[in-house]
């Protein structure tokens, strides 16, 4: 009989013996010949070997090849070594984020985190825009990187979106919990368990996560701990907030050190974590890349805010002519289900690992019968929330 691939899949299926398995295993140097070492399964790249292939059409297409294999089916993370040839670089744009956290305290903004304590860390939201506009010169020479732009393209093809969050831990900042990252590892577990197995499957290819080192990152400064070749596990996004595998990550992560203009990348469904800064007197500041596909776009451009107002105002006559699962169906039709792209700094994920959508707020206005105008001043705050 042929097989069918299962199409649901749920938590209680989740067993750290299948984990195991797939995790416990060893990179091969032998296998990327284009990589200069292996540390501790993680796959190391030079950035003068990564600036000359470029220049190479042939050799440019070969390494893209290995690093969306290894990024795939291998240990799912990439060290690039002195990706940034000119530190100068860094240390320009070091100092106009270091100039924006202390604007951000001054005016006592809380810029929330996803997967620590709010206020443990310095977080700038949407750096990639404040950068450019803030210094447009600096920004041409910072994303004027080779490195970025090819495992970019190697992991998402063409046309890929960059944005950017400053993150600094400070002097006895403590570690992240481990997690999987955007998107789906900002949903939860039940609300996981409704999309099919292949949107888990899908789910990865459609970012990248990068990280820049903006200074030395030697291990008691807590620089991202990893689990390799977590990524391969179809049920992750459903793991990782389970103990079994969060103590069996605890126990068998790798970290690894980074000097300033050193860059990492990796798969989003690498289980990963920031780590505790055992310093005294360090700053660990890292530049976070969120690339995402291009793919990622609806066709046309809708007023969904618009749309809601009037839809509510409806929904509301229509009174009981509708059942309550009739009126979620026509809400979702119309209203904004997604959380992202929102402005984090207005919009930060305090409370959640996700701000409300329109959706919600609609859903949760019918429940408790707000007039039209209630609902139309919260539609409107929310959605000045989210404008950049």
């Known amino acids: 009989m042929e097989h069918t691939p299962r199409i649901w899949i749920s938590e209680a299926e989740c067993r750290l013996e299948d984990f195991r398995r797939l995790v416990e295993r060893h990179t091969r140097l032998v296998d990327y010949p284009m990589a200069s070492a292996v540390h501790s399964n993680v796959l190391t790249y030079e950035g003068g070997d990564i600036r000359r292939a470029t220049a190479d059409a042939e050799s440019r297409r070969a390494l893209m090849a290995e690093w969306a294999r290894a990024m795939m089916d291998g240990a799912g993370i990439l060290l690039f070594k002195n990706a940034f040839p000119d530190l100068a670089v860094i240390d320009a744009a070091t100092d106009r984020f270091a100039s924006m956290i202390e604007e951000q305290r001054a005016s006592n903004a809380n810029a929330g985190d996803h997967f620590a304590k709010p206020g443990a860390n310095d977080r700038i939201w949407n750096a990639l825009e404040k ?115 969060i103590e069996y990550f605890d126990h068998h992560r790798i970290q690894l050190p980074l000097a300033k203009g050193d860059a990492v990348f990796f798969n989003p469904a690498l289980f990963h974590a920031a780590g505790s800064n055992r310093t005294k007197d360090v700053k660990r500041m890292a530049n976070l890349l969120q690339i995402s596909s291009a793919y990622g776009r609806a066709m046309e451009s809708v007023d969904r805010a618009r749309m809601s107002a009037a839809l509510y105002q409806a929904l509301l006559a229509l009174g009981n002519e509708l059942s309550p699962a009739e009126c979620a169906n026509a809400v979702a039709a119309c209203a904004e289900g997604y959380s992202f792209p929102t402005n984090l700094d207005r919009d930060p994920p305090i409370g959640g690992l996700a701000p409300e959508t329109q959706a919600q707020l609609m859903l949760k206005a019918l429940v408790e019968k707000w007039p039209a105008g209630a609902f139309n001043e919260a539609l409107e705050k929310q959605s000045w929330r989210r404008l950049a």
């Open 131 to 245: 950068l450019c506009l803030r210094d447009p010169h600096l920004f041409a020479r910072y994303y004027g990187n080779a490195a970025i732009a090819l495992v970019s393209e190697a992991w998402l093809g063409p046309s890929y979106q960059v944005t950017s969050q400053i993150n600094v831990v400070n002097p006895g900042g403590a570690a992240q919990s481990p997690h999987r990252d955007y998107h789906m590892g900002f949903q939860t577990a039940e609300m996981l368990a409704q999309f099919p197995a292949h949107a888990h499957r899908l789910s990865p290819v459609l970012t990248l996560q990068g990280a820049v080192a903006h200074c030395d990152m030697p291990v008691e400064t807590g620089p991202t701990l990893y689990l390799p070749f977590s990524q391969t596990y179809e049920l992750g996004y459903l793991a990782w907030r389970r103990p079994e595998f």
